[in-house]
Antibody, heavy 121, light 108 residues
């Protein structure tokens, strides 16, 4: 069974950092692009970042570029989101998501259940 | 970045009716790299349509997508009770990838 399990969410203060992790199972991890997508309470989906299978191609939403860093470790079947200089507006449920192909210009076909990030002083 | 505008924001319908949802892009979507997702309360999204018109695995044929360039539509015919949900479009042809704001299809 294909599974994505996120961790690392919690309460963070404005200006501080959090690191999200996602462990994948049930598929050949190094064959697929991975993404982080967030959803603020009661709001819509917001694409945050994406990374190709080999980490050569990486992209960020304008709202997080320069503050967030996506990375992956194919040996550990894991993708990460380093979130620095947190803002209140980063409060959301963060989904780890799998792309349909190895390059990141593709849609999501599998979603994790998400980890909640709350930014508040 | 490409901004996707979905309309209407909310539509109220009865089971058995047909609905067409719109997704308009602020610039042309490369190679019709546009997907539609369905999200029900408390659930993760699931892809319905990708490449503008290809149905994802297991999606019934009452869901259909069309469009190119900047204008795309998702049609749902013969609405079933389980189809009442929020629908999002996403373009994945240009970085950053972006989602539309969503259309809620509610029971009348």
């Amino acid at each position: 069974e294909v599974q994505l399990v996120e961790s690392g969410g919690g309460l963070g203060q404005p200006g501080r950092s959090l690191r999200l992790s996602c462990v994948a199972s049930g598929f050949r991890f190094d064959d697929f692009a991975m993404y982080w997508v967030r959803q603020a309470p009661g709001k819509g989906l917001d694409w945050v970042a994406g990374i190709s299978w080999d980490s050569d191609d990486i992209g960020y939403a304008d709202s997080v570029r320069g503050r967030f860093t996506i990375s992956r470790d194919n040996a550990k079947n894991s993708v990460y989101l380093q979130m620095n200089n947190l803002r209140v507006e980063d409060t959301a449920l963060y989904y780890c998501a799998k792309g349909l192909r190895h390059y990141y210009y593709y849609h999501v076909d599998v979603w994790g259940k998400g980890t909640t990030v709350t930014v508040s002083s | 970045e490409i901004v996707l505008t979905q309309s209407p924001g909310t539509v109220s319908l009865s089971p058995g009716e047909t609905v067409t949802l719109s997704c308009r892009a602020s610039q042309s979507v490369r190679d019709t790299y546009l997907a539609w997702y369905q999200q029900k309360p408390g659930q993760t999204p699931r892809v319905l349509i990708y490449d503008a018109s290809r149905r994802a695995t297991g999606i019934p044929d009452r869901f259909s997508g069309s469009g190119s360039g900047t204008d795309f539509t998702l049609s749902i015919s013969r609405l079933e009770p389980e189809d009442f949900a929020v629908y999002y479009c996403q373009q994945y042809g240009t970085s950053p990838l972006t989602f539309g704001g969503g259309t809620k299809v509610e029971i009348k």
